[in-house]
């Protein structure tokens, strides 16, 4: 079984690592595993969801203008991904999204281009912090507790590059990072999510940040890093470090 990191790129990078169940509500995921990022073909459409997931309107207005598009223009490669506003000039993606740049653009809801001014980040983690020369529209709340088993996620993000989409789902369960086994549990999910959407924000019913995806397999569960997980690291400055630009 394959997992899938959920940029959509244009070149394409392997591994293997072996998954190891963390939770016995989890089906059985034998290794190895390759670890491909998905090719697909960079902006190419997809239909925008006309729901609102597991939000209400107003849950789903905020969450919309919480989310951003970014397009990573390369020294060889183009991909895309999704990230969300911590605060007004601050976003959160996936590490893999914003690697190997030499030019990072971001997008939000109403198509306003936004200014990067720096890029950090982390070591351990598959997470990026994106600072903003210009506001952000809006930020979310983090949630205080992850969710469990059972327990509704909504994701909303830009698959394929195109329009924002939201799809939902349950939590399954925990198990080791499959990307990573020094890292520790991440939360499995059977939301749905595509090339593009690593970066997008898991949401439970209130709209408060539960994860942030980075992450799927080939059976269509999706991996997110729970928000005690962003926490922690965001509380350390010096788990992050410069993102270095690509060269040609």
Avoid: W
């Avoid at 989409?165 to 595509?194: C, K, Q, Y």
Wanted: with cysteine; aromatic share 4%.
């Amino acid at each position: 079984m394959s997992v899938l990191r959920t940029g959509a790129r244009g070149a394409v990078a392997a591994g293997a690592v072996a998954l190891v169940v963390g939770c016995s509500s989890l089906p059985t995921m034998p290794g190895p595993m390759p670890t491909d990022f998905v090719p697909s073909s960079v902006g190419a459409a997809n239909p925008s969801s006309a729901q609102t997931g597991n939000l209400s309107p107003d849950g789903f207005d905020a969450a919309r203008r919480m989310t951003v598009r970014i397009r990573n223009v390369g020294c060889s490669s183009l991909s895309t991904g999704s990230g969300f506003a911590l605060d007004a000039t601050t976003l959160l993606t996936n590490r893999h999204v914003v690697a190997d740049s030499a030019d990072l653009q971001i997008s939000t809801y109403d198509g306003r281009d936004v200014a990067v001014r720096a890029t950090t980040t982390a070591a351990l983690a598959d997470l990026a912090i994106v600072r903003t020369a210009e506001p952000l529209p809006a930020a979310p709340v983090l949630a205080d507790t992850d969710p469990v088993a059972g327990d509704a996620v909504t994701i909303v993000g830009y698959p394929l590059g195109g329009q924002l989409t939201v799809t939902s789902g349950h939590v399954i369960g925990e198990t080791m990072d499959p990307l990573n086994e020094n890292f520790g549990e991440v939360l499995v999910t059977d939301a749905a999510v595509e090339p593009g959407s690593s970066g997008s924000a898991a949401l439970d019913s209130a709209g408060r940040v539960v994860g942030v995806v980075y992450a799927k397999n080939t059976t269509g569960q999706s991996f997110i890093l729970p928000v005690s997980t962003l926490r922690t690291l965001l509380a350390d400055e010096t788990g992050f470090t410069p993102s270095p630009a690509c060269t040609r």
